[in-house]
């Protein structure tokens, strides 16, 4: 079956820069999430869209911005990039109306900032 | 604000033992629980969700239960197998009519089956 897709698995990048990551939610979902996993922490929740809308946000930093695309993909851009923005990004999907909005994620994107 | 607690932190048996692994939660107005998987820096498995009408939900040698006015929820592994041996998440989506979707997720615990 298909799953999430994330783009790239891995990313180094230098403080200030900016930096895309990318999710390909699973064929016919139509709710994207993002999370944040620093080292040794549990994931937050960062921001999510349904249907092409913003539908949740919670502890994203102003210097992040996300959206989701008409193919139902989402891109999280994040600028002048910080030591601490080194983490794991998540991207979950799920369906509305399916299986209790149970959350599907991605194998995550491994940013590292130096 | 919804916070969520995983006990034991961390947890090492032998094999073959069968195990329970506690999660906590404060605010009982819960629309479902996950439990998930973490291997050492890959991603998150799904094992089992329950919805807030549910008592139970199992799926092979895992068993997992919920308590929703005691705010608490359990995950069973019978006769664990050192291929068990990862960090065990549960999370909680709030019940609020569908407007956050989002899942809070409980501290972890890291469990060691030894051969």
């Known amino acids: 079956a298909a799953g999430v897709i994330q783009s790239p698995r891995h990313l180094i990048k230098e403080k200030r820069e900016t930096a895309t990551l990318k999710c390909y939610p699973i064929p016919r979902h139509d709710t994207v999430y993002w999370y944040q996993q620093g080292p040794g922490q549990d994931p937050q929740f960062l921001i999510s869209?349904?249907?092409?809308?913003?539908?949740d946000k919670g502890s994203i930093p102003d210097r992040f911005s996300a959206q989701q695309f008409s193919d139902y993909h989402s891109e999280l851009n994040m600028s002048s990039l910080e030591l601490g923005d080194s983490a794991l990004y998540f991207c979950?999907?799920?369906?509305?109306?399916?299986?209790?909005?149970?959350?599907?994620f991605g194998p995550g994107t491994r940013l590292t900032v130096t | 604000k919804q916070e969520v607690t995983q006990i034991p932190a961390a947890l090492s048996v032998p094999e073959g033992e069968n195990l329970v692994l506690n999660c906590s939660f404060t605010?009982?107005?819960?629309?479902?629980l996950q439990w998930f998987r973490q291997d050492p820096g890959k991603g998150l498995t799904s094992l089992l969700l329950?919805?807030?009408?549910?008592r139970e939900q199992t799926s092979g040698r895992l068993n997992a239960s919920l308590d929703k006015s005691s705010g608490r929820s359990t995950l069973y592994i019978a006769a664990s197998q050192p291929g068990d041996s990862a960090t065990y998440l549960c999370?909680?989506?709030?019940?609020?009519?569908?407007?956050?979707?989002?899942?809070?997720f409980g501290t972890g615990t890291l469990l060691a089956v030894q051969p």
């Open positions: 605010d009982s107005a819960i629309y479902n």
């Open positions: 979950a999907s799920s369906r509305r109306d399916y299986s209790a909005y149970e959350q599907y």
């Open positions: 999370a909680v989506r709030r019940s609020d009519g569908g407007a956050t979707n989002k899942l809070i």
């Open positions: 869209f349904y249907e092409k809308m913003q539908s």
């Open positions: 329950i919805q807030s009408s549910q």
